[in-house]
């Protein structure tokens, strides 16, 4: 069921000087886990944020869109809408299950203590690739990694803050982290098939590397409400500890700019997710550049710039 959105909001970004064309922009949201282990909650919150690192050379731009907890399995609608207010032509939205195996041959789908004590199974991302302006299903993909033992350790031991997680480089390095990044370029490659069924809007605009300057970020829920409690991590650094008065002001480079943000002082009954990742542009050739993350009532968040 569609869900009406809370924020009526639009990315907006300046036009960069000398580009030829808007680039085609995919989303891709948190895989939903439907394993009910660490693993695969955290192959979940990770993938997008792999996904957005290896498709750094691909013939889109990649954009993280986070529709809120509550998604429903099968709701394409609602990320989709999140995804179009935020720029994205496509969005790509998924599931992380496991399956046994048995020489080879996929089985029933496994959860909990069965997956972790299982000798033979596949961690299964499964996902549709969905067009925003209309709704339209362009396709579905599927990709499958083999359980290793260490995957369990592996998840329990990198936190959204105060780990390695905050800075994800080493956590790619790990065999979860490995199992992701292969997935991610199954996905990349899967999507680069389908560029040909669609055209840029122009909501996104891509800003080169150049000096920095001063942003000042702020986390928002429903009403304008600040947020005066959260952990941040700005571009792979913890920088909770600036927070001031619900604001934290930091000197960034122009171009690509990546949020890891968790808030602690959410409103009675307000849904919010363990941990948002986000991305968009950091354009220096402004005046003044505030960065709002605005989280909506069904726990969605966008960023918008001020």
């Keep these: 069921m569609k869900r009406n959105l809370a924020l009526a909001v639009s990315l907006v970004i300046s036009t960069t000087a000398g580009l030829a064309q808007k680039p085609l922009v995919v989303g891709i949201c948190p895989f939903s886990d439907d394993t009910a282990t660490p693993a ?3 192959s979940g919150t990770m993938l997008p944020v792999i996904f957005l690192d ?10 993280i869109v986070n529709p809120g907890p509550d998604v429903s399995p099968g709701d394409t609608q609602s990320p989709a809408e999140v ?5 994205a032509d496509a969005v790509l939205i998924g599931q992380v299950r496991a399956e046994a195996t048995s020489k080879g041959k996929p089985g029933a789908d496994l959860r909990g203590y069965s997956l972790l004590s299982s000798h033979a199974a596949n961690l299964v991302f499964a996902a549709t690739l969905v067009a925003t302006a209309d709704g339209r299903e362009l396709g579905t993909v599927q990709a499958t990694e083999p359980v290793k033992g260490s995957w369990l350790l592996e998840a329990a031991g990198y936190n959204a803050f105060g780990g390695p997680t905050t800075h994800y480089g080493p956590f790619t390095n790990t065999h979860l982290g490995q199992a992701i990044g292969h997935s991610a370029d199954q996905f990349i490659a899967y999507i680069g098939q389908q560029l040909s069924q669609l055209q840029p809007s122009g909501a996104y605009t891509a800003v080169p590397a150049g000096g920095t300057c001063r942003v000042s970020i702020q986390v928002r829920y429903p009403k304008q409400k600040a947020s005066k409690a959260y952990s941040i991590a700005v571009n792979g650094k913890d920088e909770s500890l600036g927070v001031s008065d619900g604001k934290v002001e930091l000197e960034e480079p122009s171009g690509p700019i990546l949020l890891n943000i968790s808030v602690q002082d959410a409103p009675y009954l307000q849904p919010v997710q363990n941990t948002y990742y986000a991305n968009s542009m950091l354009d220096c050739s402004r005046d003044a550049n505030t960065l709002l993350f605005e989280i909506g009532s069904a726990g969605e968040a966008v960023i918008r710039w001020k």
């Design 40 to 42: 695969g909650e955290r």
């Design 54 to 63: 290896r498709a750094k050379s691909a013939g889109f731009l990649p954009v």
């Design 83 to 87: 995804a179009r207010t935020v720029g």
